[in-house]
T-cell receptor
Framework: SQTIHQWPATLVQPVGSPLSLECTVE??????LYWYRQAAGRGLQLLFY??????ISSEVPQNLSASRPQDRQFILSSKKLLLSDSGFYLC????????????FGPGTRLTVT | DQQVKQNSPSLSVQEGRISILNCDYT??????FLWYKKYPAEGPTFLIS?????DKNEDGRFTVFLNKSAKHLSLHIVPSQPGDSAVYFC??????????FGTGTRLKVLA
């Protein structure tokens, strides 16, 4: 069966510090991968998606970036965090093109202080 | 520009009764609609979906209705159970990868 891992679960970082969140998927190959952010009281906002290694599409201009160095690994990064980067970050994957279902990881709670 | 809206931030329902969660959208180009359930500090879990070419899809206690002329989507849960208490998100898909989520409705099922 497929599983998706995200770490860390929680993170407190000062403004201006770098960020690296990692997501890995097991039990499937060539998944579509996604990064979302849920700000307080808001819905899920799609930040990035990737359809293959090295292929990244950005949905929202921001100081975040994403990379996909391996088929089942997706990384969210920032060189300098802003207060507005605080939120709940979720990684997701989808596979079967006929079903469009996405499967989400447990999320990372990021607090920028 | 909120293309997918869930105008009710919360809903309370008695156990055993029907829960109806609503979602409105503005873009008629959406191809697929999905409902997710989310518990605190966890990722959303997929519940049920519907293609834009259909008007109803049923899976056990969950039924999703799509009214394209009204650009309205609803999720019915019958009968509601205390374990259904969670935040429910509707999402719309345009193309293959661009999912747009609503802001969620918190459902509380009272025992």
């Amino acid at each position: 069966s497929q599983t998706i891992h995200q770490w860390p679960a929680t993170l407190v970082q000062p403004v201006g510090s770098p960020l690296s969140l990692e997501c890995t998927v097991e039990g499937t190959s060539n998944p579509n991968l996604y990064w979302y952010r849920q700000a307080a009281g808001r819905g899920l906002q799609l930040l990035f998606y990737s359809v293959g290694i090295g292929q990244i599409s950005s949905e929202v201009p921001q100081n975040l970036s994403a990379s996909r160095p391996q088929d089942r690994q997706f990384i969210l990064s920032s060189k300098k965090l802003l207060l507005s980067d605080s939120g709940f970050y979720l990684c997701a994957w989808s596979g079967d093109k006929s079903s469009y279902e996405q499967y989400f990881g447990p999320g990372t709670r990021l607090t920028v202080t | 520009d909120q293309q997918v809206k869930q105008n009710s931030p919360s809903l309370s329902v008695q156990e055993g009764r029907i829960s109806i969660l609503n979602c409105d959208y503005t873009n008629s180009m959406f191809d697929y609609f999905l409902w997710y359930k989310k518990y605190p500090a966890e990722g959303p879990t997929f519940l049920i979906s519907i293609s834009s070419i259909k008007d109803k899809n049923e899976d056990g206690r969950f039924t999703v209705f799509l009214n394209k002329s009204a650009k309205h989507l609803s999720l019915h849960i019958v009968p509601s159970q205390p374990g259904d208490s969670a935040v429910y998100f509707c999402a719309a898909l345009r193309g293959t990868y661009k999912y747009i989520f609503g802001t969620g409705t918190r459902l509380k099922v009272l025992a």
